[in-house]
């Protein structure tokens, strides 16, 4: 092999070469061009991920107060109910042996009658009332310890579903 023949070989594999090495750049500039979308892509998602959880973290709260407002309204209705029939019982067992005229109440019959009067004080304090009010403490508490967890970052979303759905049960008593 002459000297020109050398060099035509060398220059033609030199062309190959370049020929290789720019369709190796142009493949490697789409590929790093689609994975820089597909990452962008991703990040856009994340950010979007991560705004919904913000603003349901944000919701959560005012929800789950709305919710023990509610229940604590009904549940303290129903006790104010039931003690007012009671205190209503207990005055019309009073007024209605009453020597008053038209079986109202006075003094003379509320201080003959005190024996009714310290029955009606003590309906105030019966067990169901004073049970329906550690069962309302016990409700708060529990939802107390969840908004505290949540606050901390502790636990999944299991635990804090099962811990929210026990908030509305009532504990099985032995």
């Not at 003959?112 to 009606?120: E, G, M, P, Y």
Request: a negative charge.
């Amino acid at each position: 092999m002459t000297d020109e023949e050398m060099a035509e070989i060398q220059k033609m594999v030199t062309m190959a070469a370049q020929e290789v090495e720019g369709r190796l750049a142009t493949s490697l500039d789409k590929t790093i061009e689609s994975l820089n979308n597909k990452i962008a892509l991703n990040a856009t998602a994340a950010a979007e991920v991560q705004n919904k959880a913000k603003i349901a973290l944000e919701t959560v709260p005012n929800l789950i107060q709305e919710q023990i407002e509610s229940q604590l309204r009904a549940n303290l209705t129903g006790i104010v109910e039931e003690v007012g029939k009671q205190f209503q019982a207990k005055v019309k067992e009073a007024g209605g042996n009453s020597a008053a005229p038209g079986g109202g109440l006075s003094l003379e019959s509320l201080l003959a009658h005190s024996d009714k009067l310290v029955a009606v004080v003590n309906a105030f304090r019966s067990p169901t009332t004073e049970q329906a009010m550690m069962g309302q403490m016990s409700f708060v508490m529990k939802w107390h310890q969840l908004l505290s967890k949540l606050e901390k970052d502790g636990g999944s979303g299991d635990e804090f579903t099962k811990a929210i759905a026990d908030t509305f049960t009532t504990p099985k008593q032995e």
